[in-house]
T-cell receptor, first 112, second 114 residues
Framework: SQQGEEDPQALSIQEGENATMNCSYK?????LQWYRQNSGRGLVHLIL?????REKHSGRLRVTLDTSKKSSSLLITASRAADTASYFC????????????FGTGTRLKVLA | DSGVTQTPKHLITATGQRVTLRCSPR?????VYWYQQSLDQGLQFLIQ???????AKGNILERFSAQQFPDLHSELNLSSLELGDSALYFC?????????????FGNGTRLTVT
């Protein structure tokens, strides 16, 4: 089964609003990563947060990690139409195997 | 540009056939991953190689096989193709150890089985 599960499956917001998507996972991890995928294209790495970190920022992105709840959230502030994409979280399923497992993603649509 | 090259970009073939997908990892990356993405689905991990050796295996069908060559490029072989094998196949690469390194994805090979 999938290690990561994103929520919601789809999200539609107006330009300028914030978008929050969540990821839950099942086992202990070394790190959690977020990726963006524009339609039919390859995934682009956004941010990596290590298991001993609780929050990380990169530009308009803010990621939190709660290892006790096995969950992470990705916040995109002041969204733009160009942020329209699918967002995936990825975790290493078992420590040491480097086998990154992706969730089914959140489809974000930002309306201009 | 991620630096990961996948060829071909598109592939159309018939059921029962065999195809080979090729991946050249980013310069300096020793680890290669293969993923399958069916329509509107997440990515299914298939297999991972490091410096020529298989390191992790996912839900890869027995009809599928892969290898990583001494020059670090990798090939994914799909045989006895079925309609359900139609999907985007992605290759990604990373440095080793990769547990704190991001994956760099190619743009994928879109396989259509008719």
């Amino acid at each position: 089964s999938q290690q990561g599960e994103e929520d919601p499956q789809a999200l539609s917001i107006q330009e300028g609003e914030n978008a929050t998507m969540n990821c839950s996972y099942k086992t202990s991890i070394n790190n959690l990563q977020w990726y963006r995928q524009n339609s039919g294209r390859g995934l682009v790495h956004l941010i990596l947060i290590r298991s001993n970190e609780r929050e990380k920022h990169s530009g308009r992105l803010r990621v939190t990690l709660d290892t006790s709840k096995k969950s992470s959230s990705l916040l995109i502030t002041a969204s733009r139409a160009a942020d329209t994409a699918s967002y995936f979280c990825a975790t290493d399923a078992t420590s040491g195997t480097y086998k990154y497992i992706f969730g089914t993603g959140t489809r974000l649509k930002v309306l201009a | 540009d991620s630096g990961v090259t996948q060829t071909p970009k598109h592939l159309i073939t018939a059921t029962g056939q065999r195809v080979t997908l090729r991946c050249s990892p980013r310069s300096g990356d020793l680890s290669v991953y293969w993923y399958q993405q069916s329509l509107d689905q997440g990515l299914q991990f298939l297999i991972q190689y490091y410096n020529g050796e298989e390191r992790a295996k996912g839900n890869i069908l027995e009809r599928f096989s892969a290898q990583q060559f001494p020059d670090l490029h990798s090939e994914l072989n799909l045989s006895s193709l079925e309609l359900g094998d139609s999907a985007l196949y992605f290759c990604a690469s990373s440095v080793w150890p990769s547990y704190n390194s991001p994956l760099h994805f190619g743009n994928g090979t879109r396989l259509t089985v008719t």
